[in-house]
C-alpha cells in the first residue's frame, strides 16, 4: 500500500466511542473532523443537515474533534464543551449551537450556551476547567492526524478521505459513488 492511499484512510475506525447519528448498520458512513471556531465547517454544518435529511437511514454521520488551537485560540474549550454537554447526553444539540453562534465561543458562553440547553453549567464550567474531556478532544485529533487530515473540515466516506468539493453537489456525488 502506497503511503498517499494509507494517509487517505481512515485510521481509527468508527466505533460506540463517537458522536453518530444515524444507524450503526447504514451503509454510508460520513465522517466528519471538524473544528467549532473555524468558518469553513461552519459553511459546511447546513449543509450537512441537508445530506443527513436527504439521505436519511441510507447515511451514519459521525462528528470528530479537531481543533486548530493555532489559528482558532477557542476552539479547544469549544469542543470539551460539546464533550461536557455529551456527557450529559445533549453532545448534538450543542455542536448544533456552537457552530450557530461561533463568534461568541469563549467560556462564558460555552457555560452560558450548556445552561440555555438545560445542562448542569457549573458542571460544565468546572469541567472546562479541570480539562476533563482535554483527552478525549486529543485523542479525536490525534487520529485524524493518523488519518491524514491536515485541515478543516476533513470528510472521510466510508473510510476514505473526500478530496472533493464540501458543496452539497459534491458530497452527494461522492455519497452516491461509494454507494454504488
Request: aromatic share 8%; with cysteine.
Amino acid at each position: 500500500m502506497s503511503l498517499r492511499r494509507k494517509l487517505a484512510t481512515l485510521i481509527t475506525p468508527v466505533t460506540e466511542r463517537d458522536h453518530s447519528l444515524g444507524p450503526n448498520d447504514a451503509p454510508l458512513t460520513l465522517v466528519e473532523y471538524g473544528d467549532y471556531q473555524c468558518p469553513f465547517c461552519k459553511a459546511a454544518h447546513p449543509i450537512l443537515e441537508e445530506v443527513r435529511q436527504l439521505l436519511g437511514t441510507l447515511l451514519r454521520f459521525v462528528f470528530r474533534n479537531f481543533p486548530l488551537s493555532q489559528i482558532h485560540p477557542e476552539a479547544e474549550h469549544a469542543a470539551e464543551a460539546a464533550e461536557a454537554a455529551g456527557a450529559q447526553g445533549k453532545f448534538w444539540p450543542m455542536h448544533d449551537l456552537l457552530f450557530e453562534r461561533q463568534w461568541a465561543l469563549d467560556d462564558e458562553h460555552l457555560v452560558e450556551y450548556a445552561e440555555q440547553l438545560g445542562l448542569d453549567g457549573r458542571r460544565v464550567s468546572t469541567e472546562l476547567e479541570g480539562g476533563t474531556y482535554r483527552s478525549r478532544v486529543r485523542e479525536d485529533f490525534m487520529s485524524g492526524v493518523r488519518s491524514g487530515v491536515n485541515g478543516t473540515p476533513t470528510f472521510f466516506i466510508n473510510g476514505t478521505r473526500h478530496d472533493g468539493g464540501h458543496d452539497l453537489a459534491s458530497l452527494m456525488e461522492a455519497l452516491e459513488h461509494a454507494a454504488a
